[in-house]
């Protein structure tokens, strides 16, 4: 309390604070890493063991993100839950549209035009540089490298501008439907598409430039961040993870779907199998997407954007105010969905982070039974204490970029 | 009964003791397994026929119908570049089954959301808690019974 003197009373000394007598070995402290820390890139939430700085156990808690969209999957008409596929994984949305329309596909035995396959394949390739994009610049930011931050959202900025052409969407795009694409492409597209392939690899260039040979950049990642192959098959990881420890697996190659047979690429392994290795495998992934790209915007087929299945497609416009028969299709999708024959199917793609797949089990109604989303992450994120246990502190970061999750993804 | 166009199939042969029956649909095998052997048929699936990852697990309600639940699992064999789905059926009430995690310990965390999710019990698995749902959660939202609205169980 202060007095008319302006001295202080009533205040006592503080008495000094009890210290414990140090003990005698080791003393561990466990310190909480998230929810809410920004190199967990969502709200991934790590339980971790310290000795100094040395890591003795840690305990990943996921969850945070749980929506329950596999309970919702089941009360959406089919063509309904395109939307639901969009926001699993919010860097890859086109991945996950894909795997669920040819799911559904498989069970209704749809035939999709060339044109509409290989225009699938041009835009997965373009999410998945989308994606390795924003995890090159989060993950240089997480290390330290702040400019390349800005480089990678320079061009992935000029992929959503592509995304919205032809969706009217910059991130959830629900481009791909069951039977096709939602709209025919648009006009100028191929310049669009043109422009930004022609300065791609010039630009990858100028990444390379920043990090590949960069001291402080091999310093932190080169000989971190290893664990063995065997441990990531048993642990159910998938994706650049394993092929950076030199196992060729890639369902693009291995059960080819939506004619990636056609074209010509690369699977490219590396085998240090360390945070370093990962970066450079993601970097010479992006080289081969804008392969496939360039690939699919010359030889692009002409054709119908949809297939020719009347009750599934909603028929277009002119038709349905000309004709009887399209309107009622019209109004019967739109009401009611349409039916799927019974049974069940798994269908895997190679999302930017490994295997995603869906298991659609339908019992012949208008809504899926059944939906189970094997979320890449999901998968991944099991690992991490195995990857991160017995390593320093400052190494975790650089070890858990290297993953690459997306929370939304491993709770849907 | 495992039908007659598949007894032959190497994968259905080499599984045919433990197996109750077998489809191939969608040009994608199914084998189901008597729940008691399900751990045996993952050890002969990776020691013997080169199965080397387990994709996912995941539990299917088919309620009011019984046995209600099918407990599915998908495997790959990345050298064979084979897919296989094998399910696994258990009773509505106290539904429980082996966890295969001795054999694929990457079957962890999917066994935990299968039982956080569809309330389906691994036994023998080292921490069955759940993944997603808060611990103190009533109830498994993926059951049929379980309502779509609602806050409260």
Redesign the interface.
Known sequence: MLTETGNITGLEPTPEPDFEAPVKGTRTMVLNMGPQHPSTHGVLRLLLELDGETLLKAIPD??FL?T?I??EF??KTYQQCVTLTDRIDYLAPLSNNLTYCLAAE??LGLEIPEHAQWMRVMLTELTRLNSHLVWLATHAIDIGAMSVFLYCFREREEILRIFEMFSGQRMMTSYFRIGGLALPAPRGWQKRVKDFVDIFPERIDQYENLLTNNNIWIGRTKGVGYISLQDM??????GPMLRAAG?K?DARK??PYSSYEKFDFEVPTRTENDVYARYLLRVEEMRQSHRIIRQALEGMPSGSHQADAPGVVVPDREKMKTQMESLIYHFKIVTEGFRVPE????Q?VESPRG?V?C?L?SDGTQKP??V?W?GPS??N??CTSKLIEGTLIADVIASLGSMDFVLGDT?? | MIPEALAQDALVSALADLATTAKFEFNELTIEIEPSKIVEAMRRLKGQLGFERLSTVTGVDRYPAEPRFEVVYHLQSVAGKKRLRLKARVTGVNPEIDSVTSVYSGADWYERETFDLMGIRFRNHPDLRRIMMPEEWDGHPLRKDYPITGTRY
């Not at chain 1, 098959?233 to 998938?238: E, F, I, K, N």
């Not at chain 1, 049974?343 to 798994?346: D, I, L, R, T």
């Open positions: 996921i969850g749980h329950g596999e309970k089941e009360v498989k069970l098959l048993d642990l159910g990881v998938t196992l697996i291995d059960s049974g069940e199917v798994y895997a295997e797949g298991y089990v039974y059944r189970h094997r999901f998968g994120l099991q709770d849907r």
